[in-house]
């Protein structure tokens, strides 16, 4: 074996700043807790990967296989200490201080694959972080193992650089914030490692050729090469990071599809990881979120309302709390009741000015917002008042089903959770959706009763062993000492109570070894509104109330000149709504922050409701009023032929339809734009070949040389 330190340190140096900055930007993403050994596990690989692909008498296949061995070794072992502290937190510090040596550490991750493998088997979604962890270190090793393989032995520059390139996209597309530091790294060093092993290449054929050239001339085409990558880096830092034409904006969404499918399948296998920070600017996490630490927003302007009515602007609702977080699996729960692949696909599409069928709109008033964002929205997620009904843009609607007597799924749009632009929303560029927005009275929720729907009772109370007894004990106790009885009058007992509690946005995060709320509720006694919204709808939930959480911004304020509600950062906030038949989900405030507002509700019964023919006293939704949702919904699209209403095999066929259009459609912009890049790049090689056609071998090494020098500013005759 023969060392070229002169073409091996530098093309290592590269490799490994192009591995390290693919790394740190998944760790930086802040998808999970001890993202930080992604690093300590990618670099050796690469380092591995050299060293095997000096060894030309190993074969490939051997030095595969003692690497994936190697692999599996060092992320256990880099993953031992997250769990422990995982353990720790789900079955005691007891258990967790049995894990000590490597091979318990890999019993337990051997034992969780077998649960979680279970679980997905089951049609479930996978909730262990520390496997998710486990197999992005895996990910990260046969990354930097590969790129070291590809280049040292293979000499395929360009495979390695897109197998980084993939990773770093992938991660691009949905953090956020977007790590760009480490992207525009990631450009540059890319770069330079194609433009390296080029060089290398080039100077292996000058030799077999006997092509005299200048020693420093490679160094010197490195160098040129680097100003040329800094430059192009530099231009790309200062162009607008966001599409300003729909059209491309919808091209890409379509590229994307593939992307996003894999996001949905990843989330599922994984549901606990964290979503994307940044719901100060608009970017409300619709998936798992886990309790952060302190928090301090910007006050940038997010987006005005144009409304009569005042109301918080919901962004997201989720209804499963984890004891250390949130989660929604309103559209996890309608793939798998459609039998769809992904959660994006079960959403319902609704074409503009099309209102969507719901039960639980007593005490409401339709009322019109005109939304202009003051930044293009990264995730097209729509933030509104109230319960949705239309919009004068295509959207799609992540909502529960409800399965009739027939057995056949239907839309259930008062369990909305998100609604989604169909096309990007651009800044400056006002959209409007009509919402029924409350005017409910105390009289009417007093009365409204506890005859919850099946889907209310089976996810709206639902509550995870960790909720302490202490904690159901603190609800009654609120409660009775007010004499609170019906859910109504519970509600606003624990929100009054709560509100006696001290609003803190730097108190830590709280503690990953025990309950939430009970952290909140009994040792720190502060926090923010996460703290507040959470603990009200578990204290909520176990009295049997059924409540949710829901995210978005409290209101903002009236600017008179632009007759509109300017919304903010600092009014990004959390709230709990409460379940009441008839009525729906309705706002109430326990956080006693500055910006925020308790709902401000009439004593008795006023005349502004929704649909007069719908009454005060609108019963609950039943089961057998699903095929009556299903006719509603058909003549609103007017999903009509011939002036026939279609039947539910008639509206299956058409959604099929769509759908198949829909993936066509995919297929055939996915497959001109590769088409293109192909092209593009097949009629750049095929120039650079016909300089050369028809040469002898020394005369075309001869060629490039001169070629390369001229590249590099050193005409060469």
């Known amino acids: ?16 700043l192009m591995v390290w900055s693919v790394t740190r930007s998944i760790a930086t993403s802040n998808w999970a807790e001890g993202l930080g050994i ?14 095997f692909a000096q060894f030309r008498w190993l074969p490939g296949w051997l030095a595969h296989l003692l690497s994936a061995a190697l692999g599996l070794a060092w992320a256990v072992q880099n993953s031992g200490p997250l769990l422990v502290r995982e353990v720790r937190h789900e079955l005691g510090s007891a258990v967790g201080a049995r894990l000590i040596t490597w091979g318990d550490w890999a019993s337990e991750i051997l034992i969780r694959t077998a649960i979680w493998l279970r679980v997905l088997q089951a049609g479930g979604r996978g909730e262990d972080i520390v496997l998710f962890v486990v197999a992005l270190a895996l990910l990260m090793w046969a990354l930097g193992y590969a790129t070291g393989w590809l280049l040292f032995r293979s000499g395929r520059a360009w495979t390695a650089v897109v197998l980084n390139a993939l990773i770093i996209l992938v991660n691009y597309t949905f953090a956020s914030p977007k790590p760009n530091q480490l992207f525009f790294i990631f450009l540059g060093s890319a770069l330079l ?15 077999m050729n006997a092509v005299e050239y200048p020693e420093f001339m490679p160094w010197r085409f490195l160098l040129a090469a680097t100003l040329f990558c800094s430059a192009v880096v530099l231009i790309t830092s200062i162009l607008p990071g966001t599409v300003s034409s729909a059209q491309v904006a919808r091209v890409w969404r379509t590229v994307s599809a593939p992307l996003n499918a894999a996001r949905a399948g990843w989330e599922n296998a994984f549901s606990t990881i964290n979503a994307p920070p940044g719901s100060g600017g608009g970017s409300f996490a619709t998936g798992a979120v886990r309790a952060g630490g ?5 006050d940038a302007e997010v987006m005005r309302v144009r409304s009569s009515k005042f109301d918080y602007w919901r962004a997201v609702a989720k209804d499963k709390y984890t004891g250390q977080g949130w989660d929604n699996t309103v559209g996890e729960r309608a ?5 769809f692949t992904t959660d994006i696909q079960a959403r319902s599409p609704i074409t503009p000015n099309v209102s969507v069928p719901q039960a639980d709109i007593a005490g409401r008033q339709l009322v019109t917002q005109t939304i202009e964002l003051a930044n293009d929205n990264p995730s097209d997620l729509l933030i509104f008042g109230g319960q949705f009904a239309s919009a004068n843009i295509p959207v ?20 909305t959770s998100a609604v989604f632009a169909d096309t990007p929303i651009q800044a400056s560029t006002p959209f409007t959706v009509s919402a029924y927005v409350s005017t409910v009275d105390e009289q009417s929720l007093r009365q409204a009763g506890d005859s919850y729907p099946a889907w209310i009772k089976t996810h709206y109370l639902q509550l995870p062993p960790s909720v302490t007894d202490r904690t159901r004990a603190k609800a009654i106790e609120v409660t009775q000492q007010v004499g609170a009885v019906s859910p109504y009058e519970q509600a606003l007992a624990i929100q009054n109570y709560l509100r006696t509690l001290t609003y803190d946005e730097t108190r830590p995060r709280p503690p990953e070894d025990g309950d939430w709320v009970d952290y909140f509720l009994f040792t720190s006694q502060r926090g923010y509104c996460d703290d507040f919204a959470t603990s009200m709808v578990v204290l909520l939930r176990s009295l049997n109330v059924p409540a949710r959480l829901a995210q978005g911004y409290a209101g903002g304020s009236l600017d008179p000149k632009l007759n509109a509600y300017v919304v903010r950062e600092s009014v990004g906030h959390s709230w709990p709504e409460v379940y009441f038949p008839g009525y729906g989900w309705q706002r109430f405030e326990p956080t006693p922050a500055s910006y925020a507002s308790v709902p401000s509700r009439p004593a008795l019964p006023q005349n502004d409701v929704a649909d007069p023919s719908s009454g005060l006293t609108a019963p609950p939704i039943s089961q057998s009023e699903a095929e009556d949702r299903l006719r509603r919904l058909l003549e609103e699209q007017e999903l009509r032929s011939s002036g026939s209403n279609l039947s539910l095999e008639d509206l299956r066929r058409e959604q099929e339809a769509r759908l ?21 790049a097949g009629i750049f090689l095929l120039v650079l070949r016909r300089e050369v ?13 001169a070629r390369m020098a001229g590249w590099a500013g050193m005409p060469y005759t």
């Open 294 to 298: 302190p928090r301090a927003l910007g």
């Open 693 to 705: 056609q028809g040469l002898s071998p020394a005369n075309a090494a001869y060629t490039r040389l």
């Open 660 to 680: 198949a259009a829909e993936r066509a459609r995919q297929l055939a912009i996915g497959g001109g734009v590769l088409a293109a890049l192909l092209a593009a």
């Open 38 to 51: 992604l690093a300590l596990v990618a670099l050796p690989a690469l380092v591995l990967g050299i060293v």
């Open 335 to 339: 793939r798998a009741e459609l039998g």
């Open 1 to 16: 074996m023969r060392w070229n330190l002169p073409v091996t340190l530098p093309g290592g140096v590269l490799a490994a």
């Open 193 to 207: 490692v194609v433009v390296h092993q080029n060089v290398v290449l080039h100077q292996q054929r000058w030799q």
């Open 396 to 415: 799609a609607i992540q909502n529960g089903v409800l399965v009739t007597n027939s057995g056949n799924a239907v839309p259930n749009f008062d369990e």
